[in-house]
C-alpha cells in the first residue's frame, strides 16, 4: 500500500516536472536575473559593478528619470481610471442590453466582440490615420459637418492625445468585460430576476440592487485584468504616438518608458539596462501587490456559491 | 556495340569522376567565408548588393548574408544579439553615443592604422564620430555624412512669386505671401520626436552662431545662454506657417505634405533626398541652408555623421570583415556610395557626381556640429531627449524658450560639471 502511494506520488512528481521546468525557465529565471539587473551598472551593454539599490534611487529621485517614471505611472493611473469608467462601464451597460434579448441581440454581440480580435497594431495604426489632423476622417467629418473648430490635432496635444489613445483602446477592448459580464448575468437565476420584477423593480434598481451585487465574480475579473493591463499598457500608445510618449511626455506610460530605457530610441536615448531592470522590478511589485490586495478585497464582496 | 558501350560507359563514369572531383574542389578554392552584415537600412538591400559585388570581385572567396531591420528595433535586435555572443560579422553601427555604449561593452574591434591604414581617408570630424571618447581609438568607419537644410519646391515657390529666402526676414516674408496664397509655407510637424530636433537644429545653428557652439563645448556657456535662448524664440515665429494641427503632423504626413507639392518647404536632412527621389521622382526639389540672421552673415549648416561599418569583437572571421572595412574605406567604394545611395560618403576623395548632392557637399563647407547630436548624446538624459520633449512643449506653446533652455541645462547638468549652476 505504502509502496503504491510513493509511486503514485513520484507519478504525479513526474507529470508535473515539465511544466514546472517550463516556468522556471521562462517565468521565474527572467524574473530573478531582471532583480539581479537592477542592482548593477551597466558599461554600455556589458554588467558592471554591484550598485546595490542605485540604479532604484536614480528612477524614483534622480532628475529627470524620478520625474519621468512619476509622469509615466500617473499616466496609467488615469488610463486605468479612465479605462474602467468609458471602457468597462459602456460595457456593463451594453452586457445589461444583451441581457434583454432584444431583436437583433445576437448580430450585436459578435459585431461589438469584433474589434476584439483584430491585431491592437492594426486599430491603433487605423485610428492613428483616422486621428490625423490633416488627412484623417475624424477632423475631415467635423469639418465637414461644419464643426470646424472641434477639429483638433488629437495626437499632437497634451490635453488630447491621452484621451484619444484611450478611447481607442476602449473601442478595441470593449466587447471583452461586456462578453464576461454578460456571462455573468446569464449566471444570474430568472427567479431571482422575476422576484425583482414582481416588487416592481425597474431597469434601474433592478441593475443597481440585484444584477450588479451579483456580477461581482466578473467585476473581480475585469477590474484585476484592467488593472494588470493598464500598468503593461504598451501596444497602443506605442502605435499611437511612439517610442517618446509624444507630446513631450504626455502619453508616457511605465511600459513605454520602460522599452525606452531598457533599448534606447532614434531619439537619442541610450540603453540602460541598470535603470531599466529597477523599472521593471518596481512595476512587478506594484502590479502584484496591487493585484494581490484587490482580489482579497474584491472576493470579499462576492456572494458565496 | 558492347565495345562502344564500354568505352561510352568509361567516359560517362570519367565524367562524373572530373565533376565530382570539380565539385569537390570549388568550395575548397573559394574557401567560402560567409560574412554576415546587418543594418537598420533594409531599403538599401539591392544597392549594398552591388557595393558587395565590388568586393567580391578582388575577393572572391567570400560572400555576404545581408539582413537588414527596421530602424526602430535595430538597435534592441543588435544588442540582445550581441549581449548573447552573437550578432552580425559586419555591423552597421550609429555614431557618438549610439557607437559608444556597443564599444564600451566590448563588442566591437578597436581599428588602428596598423590593421586599417584606410582610416587616414577621414578628416578627424568624421573619425570623432566613431571613437570612442575614452580610449580614443576609432571602432568603425564613417559611412556619410549628413547635412540639415531646408528642401524647397522649386515650381510652388516660383508659381506663387517667391524667391528661396536667403535670411530670417525673407524666411518669413516668403512663408507669408505662400500663406496668402493658400500653400502650406513649412510641411513640418511634431509628432514624430527626432524631427522636432532635426527641425530645431536646422533652424537655430545659424542664428545662434558657431562662437555659442565652441562655447558650450568649451564649457563657457550653457544651454541658457541668451543666443540660444533667443535662436529658440525665433521658432515660435513660424508656427503660423506651419499645417494646421502641426503638433499633431507626424514624419510621414509632413513628407507627404511636400512630397504632393501641397507644402512648400521641408526642414530636414540630406538623407532625404534618395528617399524623396524614390518616391516622387519627377519632384522639382531643391536643397539649401537654413537662413541668415541677417544679410550677409553665414548660413551655416548642421553636419553630423550617421554611423559607420564596426568589425564584431568576437566574430570568427574577422581578418576577412577587416578587409571588408578597409575595402569600405577607399574612394572607389565611396564614389560607388554616393552613386547608389544618394547620401554623401566622408571619404577623401569622393567625386559626387549628382548635382544636389554636389549642392550639398558644398554647403557643408560653411557647416556647424548638430550640437546636440554630436556632443550630448553621450549619457542620460541625453541633449536630444531633453530638446526634443522641450521643443515640442515649446512649439504647442506650453512652455516658454527659456523653460525649454533650463530643463536641457539642467538634464545635462546632472552628469555634465560644467552645467552646473556655483
Excluded at chain 2, 527596421?70 to 552597421?92: C, F, K, M, W
Excluded at chain 2, 545662434?208 to 533667443?230: I, M, Q, S, W
Excluded at chain 2, 570583415?321 to 565611396?334: E, N, Q, W
Amino acid at each position: 500500500m505504502l509502496q503504491n502511494d510513493l509511486g503514485r506520488k513520484l507519478w504525479i512528481a513526474a507529470l508535473l516536472a515539465p511544466a514546472l521546468v517550463i516556468v522556471l525557465l521562462f517565468v521565474i529565471v527572467p524574473i530573478a536575473s531582471a532583480f539581479l539587473y537592477a542592482f548593477y551598472s551597466w558599461r554600455g551593454l556589458a554588467r558592471a559593478d554591484f550598485i546595490g539599490l542605485e540604479n532604484f534611487r536614480l528612477v524614483l529621485f534622480g532628475e529627470p528619470f524620478g520625474t519621468w517614471t512619476f509622469n509615466a505611472l500617473r499616466n496609467n493611473l488615469i488610463v486605468f481610471t479612465s479605462l474602467m469608467v468609458v471602457q468597462n462601464g459602456t460595457a456593463f451597460l451594453i452586457a445589461f442590453v444583451l441581457l434583454k434579448s432584444l431583436p437583433g441581440h445576437r448580430f450585436h454581440q459578435v459585431a461589438i466582440f469584433l474589434p476584439v480580435i483584430l491585431s491592437s497594431v492594426i486599430v491603433g495604426a487605423m485610428w492613428k490615420l483616422f486621428l490625423n489632423p490633416f488627412f484623417g476622417l475624424v477632423n475631415q467629418g467635423l469639418i465637414a459637418v461644419g464643426l470646424q473648430s472641434w477639429a483638433q490635432p488629437w495626437l499632437g496635444q497634451p490635453q488630447t492625445a491621452l484621451g484619444s489613445i484611450i478611447f481607442v483602446n476602449a473601442w478595441h477592448w470593449v466587447g471583452f468585460p461586456a462578453l464576461l459580464f454578460l456571462a455573468g448575468m446569464q449566471r444570474i437565476s430568472k427567479d431571482v430576476i422575476d422576484a425583482a420584477r414582481l416588487d416592481g423593480a425597474g431597469d434601474m434598481a433592478l441593475m443597481r440592487h440585484v444584477i450588479w451585487p451579483l456580477v461581482a465574480p466578473a467585476t473581480t475579473v475585469v477590474v484585476i485584468l484592467t488593472f494588470i493591463g493598464s500598468m503593461n499598457w504598451f501596444e497602443m500608445p506605442f502605435v499611437m504616438a511612439g517610442i517618446d510618449g509624444t507630446p513631450a511626455g504626455a502619453t508616457d506610460v511605465l511600459g513605454l518608458y520602460f522599452y525606452r530605457t531598457a533599448f534606447g530610441s532614434a531619439t537619442g536615448g541610450l540603453q540602460d539596462f541598470g535603470r531599466a531592470s529597477a523599472l521593471a522590478v518596481l512595476m512587478f511589485l506594484v502590479i502584484a501587490i496591487v493585484s494581490v490586495f484587490w482580489t482579497r478585497a474584491l472576493r470579499r464582496r462576492e456572494l458565496p456559491e | 556495340m558492347t565495345h562502344t558501350i564500354n568505352r561510352r560507359t568509361a567516359l560517362t563514369a570519367l565524367g562524373a569522376a572530373g565533376a565530382a572531383l570539380a565539385t569537390g574542389i570549388r568550395p575548397a578554392a573559394a574557401q567560402s567565408t560567409e560574412l554576415s552584415f546587418w543594418t537598420w537600412r533594409q531599403e538599401d538591400r539591392t544597392q549594398y548588393a552591388e557595393l558587395f559585388g565590388m568586393f567580391t570581385r578582388d575577393n572572391p572567396g567570400i560572400r555576404f548574408a545581408f539582413q537588414g531591420f527596421e530602424p526602430q528595433n535595430y538597435g534592441t535586435a543588435l544588442s540582445t544579439a550581441l549581449a548573447a555572443g552573437r550578432g552580425p560579422d559586419v555591423i552597421h553601427i550609429r555614431a557618438y553615443g549610439g557607437l559608444e555604449q556597443f564599444s564600451k561593452a566590448g563588442y566591437l574591434e578597436p581599428l588602428s592604422p596598423q590593421t586599417v591604414p584606410e582610416l587616414a581617408n577621414y578628416t578627424p570630424s568624421a573619425l570623432a564620430s566613431v571613437t570612442d571618447r575614452s580610449d580614443r581609438k576609432p571602432y568603425a568607419v564613417p559611412f556619410a555624412s549628413q547635412t540639415l537644410g531646408i528642401f524647397y519646391n522649386r515650381d510652388v515657390l516660383s508659381r506663387n512669386g517667391v524667391q528661396p529666402p536667403e535670411t530670417w526676414d525673407q524666411l518669413i516674408a516668403a512663408c507669408k505671401a505662400l500663406k496668402d496664397k493658400g500653400v502650406i509655407p513649412l510641411a513640418n510637424g511634431m509628432a514624430t520626436a527626432f524631427m522636432a530636433e532635426i527641425f530645431t537644429a536646422a533652424l537655430t545653428l545659424p542664428l545662434h552662431g558657431k562662437a555659442f557652439n565652441d562655447d558650450l563645448v568649451a564649457g563657457k556657456a550653457t544651454f541658457e545662454d541668451p543666443r540660444y535662448v533667443g535662436a529658440l524664440a525665433k521658432l515660435l515665429e513660424l508656427r503660423e506657417y506651419m499645417p494646421p494641427g502641426f503638433t499633431g503632423i507626424d514624419y510621414p504626413t509632413m513628407q507627404q505634405l511636400f512630397l504632393s507639392g501641397r507644402a512648400a518647404m521641408f526642414v530636414g536632412g540630406s538623407f532625404e533626398i534618395a528617399n524623396f527621389r524614390r518616391q516622387n521622382a519627377n519632384l522639382p526639389m531643391e536643397f539649401m541652408a537654413p537662413p541668415a540672421p541677417t544679410a550677409g552673415a553665414p548660413r551655416l549648416v548642421p553636419v553630423f555623421y550617421d554611423g559607420g561599418y564596426a568589425v564584431n569583437a568576437k566574430s570568427d572571421k574577422k581578418e576577412a570583415a577587416l578587409k571588408l572595412i578597409r575595402f569600405f574605406s577607399t574612394p572607389a567604394f565611396g564614389n560607388k556610395f554616393t552613386e547608389l545611395l544618394g547620401n554623401i560618403s566622408p571619404i577623401a576623395g569622393v567625386r559626387i557626381a549628382d548635382p544636389m548632392l554636389a549642392r550639398v557637399a558644398e554647403l557643408n563647407k560653411t557647416s556647424g556640429d548638430h550640437i546636440t547630436l554630436v556632443h550630448f548624446r553621450y549619457q542620460s538624459p541625453t541633449g536630444s531627449e531633453l530638446l526634443t520633449a522641450g521643443v515640442q512643449k515649446l512649439m504647442g506653446g506650453s512652455a516658454t524658450p527659456a523653460q525649454v533652455a533650463k530643463e536641457v541645462t539642467d538634464g545635462i547638468a546632472t552628469y555634465h560639471a560644467p552645467f552646473r549652476r556655483g
